[in-house]
């Protein structure tokens, strides 16, 4: 009874091991190399030109880092996977435009906000551009996220079609299989800027949110360090060329 008490209490002891074996940021800097994970196709925030990963998330990640004396080991995988693998050590952090909500930040730890925006209605039909004008109508979204979350709860919409990438939702709309779709203020924007999407028209928010890298909870060091760098990309100026370069705004939250 005993040996079978000081097993369990061994396993759990092993337990929460595991749950505290992120990467410190001492154990990080000795690398020499932090790794973030990004989802590489969510233009302009991280998307794939050609081979290269880019984006502003990834240029701004780039120069956080540098302010961190790190480099990069930058991970393209799939949104759903981005969260998950912080709980598993697989990376430090992720930048994937991820809004921070009471549901996420009890799995992971977000750091400060590195922009502000939020989910926009855009449509063909001129007549469907609020939230109101998506009664009865079909709603593509990027599946996971808070723009499914938030379309899901308007109890007028008839449908919610999910998607793997949010591109792929951007199609659906374009191929009229759908009557809207909802994405980001800046995606939206970007994605009506080019010439394929004619006929898109952007609408009303259907909520607000808060963008912010995240780590695994209670990484604190790594947080605290993260934040204090992105603070310094604030106030000397790269952050608004990133920005410009990739919004023609500046999309920090006031
Ligand atoms: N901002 C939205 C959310 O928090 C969407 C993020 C989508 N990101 C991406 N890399 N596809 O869920």
Known sequence: MKAIKFLAAAIAGLAVCAAVQARTLDEIKKDGKIIIATEGAYPPFNYFQGSKLSGFEVELGDAIAKKMGLAVEWKALSFDALLAGLRQDRWDVVMASFGITEDRAKAVSFTSPYYCSGGVIVAKDPAIHTVESLNGKTVAVQTGTTYMEN?????????VKNFPQDTDARSALLNGRVDAWVSDRFVAKTAL??????????????????????VKKGNGSLSA??????????????????????????????
């Open 193 to 214: 800027a080019s010439n394929n999407t004619a006929g898109l028209k952007m609408g009303d928010f259907v909520f607000v949110e808060k963008i912010a890298a995240a």
């Open 151 to 159: 379309v899901k709860k308007l109890s007028g919409v008839k449908e």
């Open 225 to 254: 360090a993260y934040d204090k760098a992105l603070a310094e990309v604030m106030a000397d100026g790269t952050y608004q060329t990133i920005s410009d370069k990739y919004m023609k705004e500046d999309i920090r939250c006031h």
